[in-house]
């Protein structure tokens, strides 16, 4: 299945956790986010889709009043491989389906709505006693246009009942069901045999109404959502290993507001992503910029600005139209390569779009500096050679102190070692005493920084002052109820004598980890790093490359 739902149980999905014994993978964490409206598919839930025809499939694909179809279609030409796409709808009503009851009626409504769910319905009393007279089998199908036969989608549910106080009760089996559920109430008698028109057979079905509706133009509201429904932005919440998140415009005409851009950078702060934002579109030159950004005031080391908008041709229209540059940059960060790569290579890779799309207007090379003095990058369309290129800057660049907070290189860096060791240590919450766990994860995540180390990472100071691990008593207490493990993690930022730390805490009673920054006085007697390490380490990158040869 190309595409599946991340928030469904009833798609499973197996990922093999990290244990004591195995090393901290350094997998890339490129996975991107797109909020916005489609012309179909269930509301506020996280789905993921591996190429443009998975979009199509899942919701509908390119749609005019839909930014988000048209930054998808963008990403995936610029190289993107796999995103979570996030349905929200204004006020939009699904289509019902009405099976006859005798004189009665059992009306049943799409759980996706909007105008383009097209749904049929079969009714049997196949393998069910002729004496019973409240049991029937229902088939529901999604079929792609009215009167095809071309089914994307099919669920069959055999035995149900109209008797509430029976498990197969037709309204309560419907509450599973990833189409249809019932409208209002069940009634006193089962649903008719759906008939071949003008015939006695058996082997009709019955269509969905026309009734549906798309819904208004979104608002700042709708993409926000609610933590508590897990609707908008928080339908976020429960996937992992995202890199990227990225608010398409509202409309083609109406920018994403202040207010969603705050709430989205929070966010991804949170779940230490990316926010990459557009560029509003009435900018022209380096003064509109410089104007607009104080006004927005989004000076964030967790978001991200390119500038210009793109042009591309919109394949509905059949011609060319400019777009905001959101789902083009997602795609081009995506085939950049990992983070640690990208921070470690000494030329990042050119914020080059591959052929077909164009830059809305040309930027001249006096105000690319000004734009990055402002943390704001230049998209290109041709390559420069590498003493004109200039480091990929976030939106905190002229606002932040530190570099690592300043380019996206040495960012991404950052936030994927922190992932990297919370989603690795997971495992020390299985363990059956907390403090036997201690020292296995204080042993793993020393190898895995001195992994990084070995490659090139935290090398502003000596191998001995790069970084530092503390799981013992000294932040832990044995026996707690409920169960929680915390670990202390500290490394090298670029400037000399400046780190990282953060305090990982595993919980049983919060069901998550919880990752914070914390200040921490390093003092010599505190230094875990040794040169033994650092051997040992050599040794296990060397053995890696063997093996990679």
Known sequence: ??????????????????????????????????????????????????????????????????????????????????????????????????????????????????????????????????????????????????????????????????????????????????????????????????????????????????????????????????????????ALAEVDELAFLHVPPLTRTAEVGISTLLVAARFCRERRAMLIVDPPANWMGTKDMARALKHIELRSDNAVMFHPRVTAMDRLRGRLETFGNGGAVAGLLSRSGDAVSAALTSQEPEPLLRAGMKLSHEIDDADRWLFAAHGVNVLQTVR????????????????????????????????????????????????????SAWGPVTRQVRTFLGELRGAGAFASVPFDQSFLVICDDRINVAGRTPREVNILVQFAATRPGEYHSFMITHSVAHRAARVRPVLVNRLEASLIVTHQLEHEVTIRLRRMDAVNL
Do not use: K
């Not at 102190?401 to 240590?425: C, H, K, M, V, W």
């Open 1 to 234: 299945m190309p595409g599946r739902q991340l928030a469904s149980c009833a798609d499973i999905q197996v990922v093999e956790t990290p244990g004591a014994q195995q090393p901290i993978p350094r997998a890339c964490a490129l996975l991107t986010a797109f909020v916005g409206r489609c012309l179909r598919g269930p509301l506020n839930q996280p789905i993921l889709v591996r190429s443009f025809a998975d979009f199509q499939r899942y919701f509908g694909g390119l749609w005019q009043p839909s930014t988000l179809s048209y930054a998808l279609e963008h990403f995936f030409e610029q190289g993107g491989q796999q995103a979570i796409v996030v349905r929200i709808a204004n006020g939009a009503r699904p289509v019902s389906l009405t099976l006859n009851c005798g004189r009665e009626r059992l009306i049943l409504e799409a759980r996706a709505p909007g105008t383009r769910e097209f749904l049929r319905a079969a009714v049997d009393y196949d393998q069910i006693d002729a004496l019973d007279t409240r049991r029937f089998n229902l088939v529901i199908q999604r079929v792609r246009a009215p009167g095809s036969e071309w089914i994307e989608e099919q669920e069959t549910f055999r035995g149900l009942t109209i008797d509430a106080d029976s498990a197969r009760f037709v309204a309560t089996v419907l509450e599973d069901s990833a189409l249809v559920r019932v409208h209002g109430e069940v009634p006193a008698a089962r649903p008719d045999r759906t008939l071949m028109p003008g015939t006695n057979l058996p082997v009709g079905y019955v269509s969905s109404s026309p009734d549906g509706d798309d819904g208004r133009p979104i608002s700042d509201y709708d993409v926000i959502g609610s933590a508590v429904r897990r609707s908008g932005l928080f």
């Open 384 to 435: 420069r050679v590498p003493r004109e290129r200039l480091p990929l800057r976030t939106l905190a660049c002229g606002a932040s102190a530190s570099p690592d907070g300043s380019y996206l290189a040495q960012r991404r860096l950052a936030l994927f070692t922190i992932n990297a060791i919370e989603r690795g240590t997971r495992w020390c919450l299985s363990v059956q005493d907390d403090a």
